[in-house]
């Protein structure tokens, strides 16, 4: 059996910028095919799930978290601004860029990091067009190209419809990767899914 990963994630979030490139490695080293689902967790999925946007969380929760971050940022060696100038944003453009480049062969694996590293480690807005189309510039894209796919209409409708599934599949938190049957949730379950993919790899 093919070893693949849906892969689903927020652009803002920042367990899925922490988790992102290390996804890709872990993909390459096992062979692993990955599908990059970018869902609405925040306005939609929490929603239906229990989950509680973090400016509505308890204070406790809410200073737990920032201790979390910065000890993971400083265990992975990774770049991370704990408290973005421009967060949390607006991701809808980006977001629907990502499904383009995905449904049309492109590098939207590539984009999508990049895109959460503008966020979490360069404090941009991605907001911003100008910054959307820079980050896309800079991710080799066709910046005017794509922006102006991405709004058609029907990339939003498929982007919502990803969120919807991934209730279906069980899933209410960013991110998620689920293999088969399994769901592995947080960037801190990515042991778990290497072990898996490579049993799957190993079997073909």
């Known amino acids: 059996m093919t ?25 390459e080293r096992t062979g692993a095919t990955v599908t990059p689902l970018e869902v609405s967790f925040r306005e939609t999925i929490f929603g ?10 308890a204070p406790q929760r809410q200073a737990y978290r920032l201790q979390e971050l910065e000890r993971w940022r400083d265990h992975l060696g990774i770049e991370l601004n704990v408290h973005p100038k ?3 944003n607006d991701e809808t453009v980006p977001a629907n ?5 995905r449904e049309t062969g492109g590098d939207a694996l590539g984009f999508a990091g990049n895109v959460m590293r503008a966020v979490w480690a360069e404090n941009r807005d991605i907001a911003d067009p100008s910054t959307i189309a820079e980050i896309a ?21 498929l982007r919502m419809k990803q969120t919807d599934d ?20 947080g960037q801190d379950r990515l042991d778990f899914v290497e072990r ?9």
């Not at 927020?10 to 490695?25: A, K, Q």
């Not at 860029?97 to 480049?101: D, G, K, P, S, T």
Request: proline share 5%.
């Open 3 to 27: 070893a693949h990963v849906d892969y689903y994630f927020g652009l803002t979030s920042p367990w899925s910028y922490l988790g992102h490139n290390r996804l890709r490695d872990i993909a």
């Open 48 to 57: 239906k799930t229990g989950g509680v946007p973090v400016h509505k969380r």
């Open 86 to 88: 421009h967060w949390p």
């Open 97 to 101: 860029m990502v499904v383009v480049l």
């Open 137 to 157: 510039t800079d991710s080799g894209l066709d910046a005017k190209a794509v922006m102006h796919e991405a709004e058609d209409p029907k990339w939003a409708s």
């Open 166 to 185: 991934a209730v279906e599949r069980g899933l209410f938190g960013a991110p998620s990767y689920c293999i088969e049957d399994q769901v592995y949730w």
């Open 196 to 204: 898996h993919l490579s049993r799957l790899g190993s079997e073909n």
